[in-house]
């Protein structure tokens, strides 16, 4: 009897001891943001940025970088394209993506691993970051982390975009490494976050003010997703930390040449 107290305790520990190796490694290179309000949207914006309001949120994590082409691979190495539900997780087929399969392996472009991953679908985006113990952000938390409590206009401040801050302007498809542009940093040290690549949030997209009570952040499949931050074929206006990308396609189940995404917790 008591050996079987003692093994059980054992199993106990061990499994503990997993579950918090395993949340470590889930928050590796993650930012804090704090809880507390920020103000959201913007009056001077286009439509569907307006009201300008203010949102409480509770303390949160996001990766510091948008989901490469690499750590993706991983993934579909995993778990493969398609999951339990038959839901398409990564549009393999379509020439823009940068992941292929290679035997049994799924493999990144050489020189494009570090570049964000894009051609995943909003399914593939949820379902990554809860295979790493993540979540996608909401729409709230990925606005405070670009634009911290001083309601600025870029993730960097309020000065006008250039190549060192945001790949932007660019051809169609030419993204660029997440690690590249430090200058273009947020408040709270987030990257990556104007340019490159759009990012899928969990939120559909409905009209302000931000509720997330009102169903917006039900992660069923089926609405319209907002997408953040503007891609690497986008102008300055599509850059702002407020623009929720209204010009672009937001099908949830299919992949985009200029959408990706990074995970919160």
């Known amino acids: 009897m008591m050996r079987s107290i003692a093994s059980a305790c054992l199993v106990a520990a061990l499994t503990a001891t997993a579950h918090q190796a395993a949340a ?28 300008e309001h203010h949102v409480t949120l509770p303390a949160f994590s996001i990766d510091r970088y948008p989901v490469t082409n690499a750590q993706f691979a ?8 398609f999951n339990a539900n038959g839901e398409r997780l990564f549009d393999v087929r ?17 020189g494009f691993e570090q570049h964000p991953v894009v051609e995943v679908s909003w399914a593939g985006a949820r379902d990554y970051c809860a295979w790493r113990g993540k979540r996608l952000p909401t729409e709230a938390e990925w606005e405070k982390a670009a634009r911290g409590t001083d309601a600025r206009k ?39 976050l104007s340019g490159n690549a759009w990012e899928w949030v969990s939120s559909a997209y409905r009209s302000y003010p931000y509720d997330a009570k009102d169903g917006r952040e039900d992660l069923a499949p089926g ?6 931050g503007g891609g690497h074929d986008s102008g300055v206006d599509e ?22 995404f990074r995970c919160a917790l």
Do not use: C
């Not at 470590?24 to 009201?51: C, H, R, S, Y």
């Not at 609405?223 to 953040?228: C, E, G, L, Q, S």
């Open 24 to 51: 470590q490694l889930a928050k590796e290179d993650m930012v804090d943001i704090p809880a507390g309000a920020f103000t959201m949207g913007n009056n001077n914006g286009a439509a569907d940025e307006q009201p």
């Open 154 to 192: 870029y993730p960097w401040g309020n000065a006008p975009p250039d190549r060192t801050r945001a790949q932007h302007n660019a051809e169609y498809n030419e993204t660029a490494p997440v690690d590249r542009f430090p200058e273009g940093a947020s408040f709270y040290d987030v990257q990556d």
């Open 74 to 81: 991983v993934f579909l190495h995993a778990v493969g394209p």
């Open 239 to 260: 850059i702002t930390v407020t623009q929720r990308g209204r010009n672009l396609s937001r099908n949830p189940a299919s992949g985009h040449h200029n959408i990706g």
């Open 223 to 228: 609405p319209v997703r907002a997408t953040r």
């Open 94 to 110: 379509d020439p823009d993506a940068r992941i292929r399969q290679v035997g049994a392996r799924w493999a990144a472009h050489a």
